[in-house]
C-alpha cells in the first residue's frame, strides 16, 4: 500500500489523462451530480452521486445498429452502434463509492454472464479502472452492511482510496488496477526527488485507517432485517401477503427509485425510423409504469400499482436470489433519498419480515 497527498489528486487525474486514459468521476448537472469525464477541473467527491454509475455501462439511451429499408439488394444493416462502442477507449473512472462498485458485479450477472454477452456493456466493462474512494462518512439512508457490503467493501473495484486527514492510502485490488499503476506510477512519482508524490505507507497510516474503517462501519444502519425479509419473501404465500396492500400504498409509480437504482437494469428496445432508414434503440424501463407488461392483447398482468411494487421488491430479493445466488440491491439509499414520498424500502423490508425497524 502507498499514499498520495489529496491535494496531489489532481496531479494524479493529469498523469492519467497524459497517459491515454479518458478520466471520469463525479461532475455536477444543475441539481444532480453524475459520472462524466473531467479534464482540468478540482475534483469534489460527494458521499454519492445522484445519478448511478451503472449509465457509464449501460446508458439510459443507446442506439444498438442502424438500418436502412429500401427494399433493394443494396438494402443494408450498419453495426455503427456496435462499433461505436466498440471504439470505447481505455478510462478510469475515479471517485466511485463501494457500493457502486459493488452493483457492477451484480449488473456482470445480466450483461457479463457464461450464458450471455452484452456487447455493448462488456466493452466498456472491460475498457474501464474502477478507483473506489472508501466511505468514511456514510448517510443516513445507507444499509450497505445489512446486504453484505460495506463503506470499504473491495468488491467491484480495482483500486480503493482509502481518506486519511491530509491523504489517501492506495490499495490496488485487481490485476487491473495493478497494471494501472505500474504505468503511472513512474509519471506521478516525477523527477524531483525533493517532492515525491508516492510514499509507502507505514503502520501509523494503515493503524490510521483502520479505525477510520471500524468507525465507518459502526455508523450504517445494520438493523435492517435482511435475511428475516428474504426468507418471508421464498415462501409460496409470500405472493399473496397482505402486507402488499399496506406497503405499496404510498407510490406514485414515478419510477425515479428503479431509474437510479445502480442494480435495475430493465429495458426496451425500438426502431426509430425516418424515412427509409433508422436506428434500433435501447431505452431504461421500469416495472414501476403500467406499460412495462401489457400485452398486445391489452390484458396487463400487473394492473395496479401494488403488483408492480411487489415485482420490484420480490425481483431484487427473491427472483435474482434464485437465480444467481444474490440479492439485487446494495444497500445505496438512493431510492429512500429519493422517493418524491419518502417510500423507504429498509421499512418495506420490515415489514414484509415482520419486524421492527430500529
Ligand atoms: S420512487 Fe417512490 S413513488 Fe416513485 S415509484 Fe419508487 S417507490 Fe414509488
Ligand atoms: S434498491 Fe434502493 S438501496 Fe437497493 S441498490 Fe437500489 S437504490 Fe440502492
Known amino acids: 500500500m502507498f499514499k498520495i497527498a489529496k491535494t496531489d489528486l489532481d496531479v494524479f487525474i493529469d498523469v492519467l489523462t497524459r497517459s491515454s486514459y479518458e478520466v471520469l468521476a463525479p461532475i455536477e448537472e444543475g441539481e444532480t451530480t453524475k459520472f462524466g469525464v473531467v479534464g482540468g477541473e478540482k475534483i469534489k467527491i460527494p458521499h454519492l452521486t445522484t445519478r448511478p454509475l451503472k449509465e457509464l455501462f449501460f446508458p439510459q439511451n443507446e442506439s444498438l ?7 433493394t439488394p443494396d438494402a ?10 466498440d ?20 449488473l456482470d450477472y ?24 472508501a466511505c468514511p462518512l456514510p448517510g443516513i439512508a445507507c444499509f450497505c452492511t445489512s446486504i453484505g457490503g460495506g463503506p470499504y467493501d473491495e468488491t467491484g473495484s480495482d483500486v480503493i482510496f482509502m481518506e486519511l486527514a ?15 499503476f ?5 509519471l506521478l512519482e516525477g523527477d524531483s526527488k ?41 415462501k409460496a404465500e409470500a405472493f399473496s401477503d397482505l402486507a402488499w396492500e399496506e406497503v405499496h400504498k404510498k407510490c406514485l409509480g414515478c419510477a425515479v427509485c428503479t431509474y437510479l437504482c445502480p442494480t435495475c437494469h430493465c429495458f426496451d428496445i425500438g426502431d426509430e425510423v425516418t424515412g ?57 439509499g438512493r431510492c429512500v433519498w429519493n422517493c418524491p414520498v419518502n417510500l423507504d424500502i429498509r421499512q418495506v423490508l420490515a415489514t414484509l419480515a415482520r419486524r421492527e425497524l430500529v
Not at 168 to 180: A, D, I, Q
Not at 216 to 225: D, F, R, W
Request: net charge positive; proline share 4%.
Open 65 to 71: 445498429l442502424s438500418f436502412d429499408c429500401l427494399g
Open 76 to 85: 443494408s444493416i450498419d453495426t455503427s452502434g456496435l462499433l461505436a462502442s
Open 87 to 106: 471504439g470505447i477507449s481505455p478510462r478510469v473512472a475515479l471517485g466511485v463509492r463501494p457500493c457502486d462498485a459493488r452493483a457492477l458485479v451484480l
Open 110 to 133: 445480466v450483461f457479463a454472464s457464461k450464458d450471455y454477452r452484452d456487447p455493448y456493456y462488456t466493452t466498456r466493462r472491460e475498457q474501464t479502472v474502477i478507483i473506489t474512494f
Open 166 to 180: 491530509d491523504s489517501y492510502l492506495v490499495k490496488t485490488v485487481s490485476e487491473k488496477g495493478k497494471r494501472l
Open 182 to 186: 505500474l504505468k503511472v506510477l513512474p
Open 194 to 234: 525533493e517532492h515525491k508524490r508516492v510514499h509507502e505507507a507505514d503502520d501509523a497510516d494503515i493503524q490510521a485507517a483502520r479505525e477510520v474503517k471500524a468507525a465507518s462501519e459502526q455508523s450504517v444502519n445494520a438493523s435492517v432485517p435482511i435475511e428475516a425479509a428474504v426468507d418471508a419473501l421464498g
Open 276 to 332: 427509409v432508414s433508422g436506428e434500433r434503440i435501447r431505452n431504461w424501463d421500469s416495472c414501476m409504469f403500467p406499460l412495462f407488461t401489457l400485452h398486445a392483447s391489452g390484458h396487463n398482468p400487473r394492473p395496479s400499482r401494488k403488483e408492480r411494487f411487489r415485482q420490484r421488491i420480490m425481483h431484487k430479493f427473491n427472483y435474482f436470489m434464485e437465480n444467481n445466488d444474490c440479492m439485487a440491491c446494495v444497500g445505496c
